[in-house]
């Protein structure tokens, strides 16, 4: 028996890709946006700072180390990409 199938040989779909096909562009945009945030660096006070921002830009705040912008999201359940 193939993993595509149950014990009455019916095919087994795909669900979570079905209902990724149906989304609109928007709605895939806007996939985990609120548990992503973007670390990059950034001039703040003056100095070499790392900026955080959300999936869609608006700045969220600045750390003065990119190991602390990172864990300060890791803390707040974020998931950290970085920016260049």
Known sequence: ???NTHSN???VGNFK???LRRMSGTDFLALGS???VFVKPVAAEGSKA???YSASGEELGWAES???AEA???KNDFAVATLH
Request: charge should be negative; avoid cysteine; hydrophobic fraction near 50%.
């Open 1 to 3: 028996m193939s993993d």
């Open 9 to 11: 040989s019916k095919p």
């Open 17 to 19: 890709a079905m209902a």
């Open 34 to 36: 609120d548990k992503i």
């Open 50 to 52: 790392f900026g955080v």
């Open 66 to 68: 990119f190991e602390l």
């Open 72 to 74: 300060t999201a890791f």
